[in-house]
Nanobody, 124 residues
């Protein structure tokens, strides 16, 4: 089993920055990819960004390209999402996810483990 705990969410103003963290524990050696998804009220969950533990491959949703940066610190088993130039439409609960294998990065059903989420609210 793998446990994921997100932190770093909060209430900020448009244009501000936040850094989310996802700490993984348990059998993380079985995981290959880490990702961030988000879900806004009344909307479906959507892929935000993903990274392989090797760091060789990253992926971003078009809506966050150039503003968000995903990174990982293997020694701490932690993945980060640096979010800059935040917009009100970035408001959502952000979830960390881990996959044992990978097909596309994008689909939530490809991921085996999920955190409980952290709220990000961006005011205009």
């Amino acid at each position: 089993q793998v446990q994921l705990v997100e932190s770093g969410g909060g209430l900020v103003q448009a244009g501000d920055s936040l850094r989310l963290s996802c700490a993984a524990s348990g059998r993380t050696s079985n995981t290959y990819v880490m990702a961030w998804f988000r879900q806004a009220p009344g909307k479906e969950r959507e892929f935000v960004s993903g990274i392989t533990w090797t760091g060789g491959t990253t992926r971003y949703a078009d809506s966050v390209k150039g503003r968000f940066t995903i990174s990982r610190e293997n020694a701490k088993k932690t993945v980060y999402l640096q979010m800059n130039s935040l917009k009100p439409e970035d408001t959502a609960v952000y979830y960390c996810a881990a996959a044992r294998t990978l097909a596309t990065f994008l689909r939530g059903d490809e991921y085996d483990y999920w955190g409980q989420g952290t709220q990000v609210t961006v005011s205009s």
